[in-house]
């Protein structure tokens, strides 16, 4: 009994047994829904019942914003690694190593450029993957190289803001990179370029408090949270229930806090009219885009 038990079931589990892969399905946060990766993949990490946007990666967010998913990698600056030899439960260098390998990224931001609808312009995505999307040194080095290079080639910026705040691991470097991320928005404001900045899920503290509200214009992805301190800590800090929606894009565009809210389906459309009318280029023929469903457009 004990070899039947031991032996015999053991392999006849390992050979019933089929390989699934990790990801093959995805959970959304909101309803709980098991949907396939493929599908929420090809609908843009939009899950496709509850219309819930999942967050997206920088190489795949510049995919789908530039025309045939074609861009210009432009080369970032290189910085200090670890200036202040951090070390808390582990050393930073240790976790810039592993976001690295998790990401395939230098470090929290990537910026391309390319066109959009036959329009160029330049984009820079911030990758909350990579430690929170937090703001240390190389990170806004990418940002002001983004906008540097809007400001050179004249044409519009685009900023897909995701982050947690400041890196902590970088003290008051990371804190100095708020100031000098704002003065070269101020350079790009002097070359007459536009400033587009989108809100993602979520975008909070440092970043916030800098260049992620010095856009032109402000566009928010649905049921993405955008604050400087959280709803928790605000909660316990002032004693008193939070309204309903507190911080999230839909309660910030009634308070005026953002322009626009637009489903990820339409993003792209909306991004090329608004480059168009704030550069006076000649419009065309809108590309064909997602069907938008019925729940998004209520």
């Known amino acids: ?64 914003l530039f025309d045939n998913s074609e861009y210009e990698d432009i080369p970032l600056p290189e910085v200090a690694v670890d200036p202040l030899k951090f070390r808390d439960e582990r050393r930073y260098a240790d976790r810039l190593k592993d976001a690295r390998t998790k990401t395939n990224l230098d470090d ?32 806004a080095e990418a940002v002001i190289k983004g906008l540097e290079t809007a400001a050179r080639r004249g044409t519009p910026f685009i900023m897909f803001a995701a ?62 949270l955008v604050g400087f301190a959280g709803p928790r800590v605000i909660e316990q800090t002032i004693r008193e229930k939070l309204p309903e929606g507190f911080q999230r894009a839909e309660y910030l565009k009634e308070h005026g806090m953002v322009d626009m809210v637009v489903h990820r389906h339409n993003l792209r459309a909306t991004l090329a009219e608004l480059c168009r009318i704030l550069t006076k280029a000649p419009a065309v023929k809108s590309r064909a885009t997602l069907p938008v469903p019925a729940t998004a457009q209520a």
């Open 1 to 64: 009994m004990n070899w039947i038990s031991n032996v015999v079931r053991p392999k006849i589990r390992s050979f019933l047994r089929r390989e699934v892969p990790e990801n093959l399905w995805i959970k959304c946060p909101e309803t709980g829904q098991l949907v396939f990766y493929k599908d929420v993949e090809a609908n843009q990490f939009v899950i496709p019942g509850s219309n819930y946007h999942m967050r997206i990666g920088a190489v795949a967010r510049l995919k789908n």
């Open 108 to 139: 929290a931001v990537k910026v391309g450029v390319g066109l959009l609808d036959g329009l160029r312009v330049t984009a820079a995505v911030q990758d909350f993957d990579f430690m929170g999307g937090s703001l240390g040194m190389a990170a």
């Open 163 to 224: 982050s947690g705040g400041a890196r902590m691991q970088e003290g008051i470097l990371s804190l100095m990179q708020l100031p000098r991320t704002t003065v070269a928005v101020q350079e790009l404001r002097e070359a007459r370029k536009p400033y587009i900045v989108v809100l993602t899920n979520p975008t909070t503290g440092g970043v916030t408090a800098s260049y992620a509200m010095l856009g032109d214009v402000h566009i928010a992805e649905p049921g993405a």
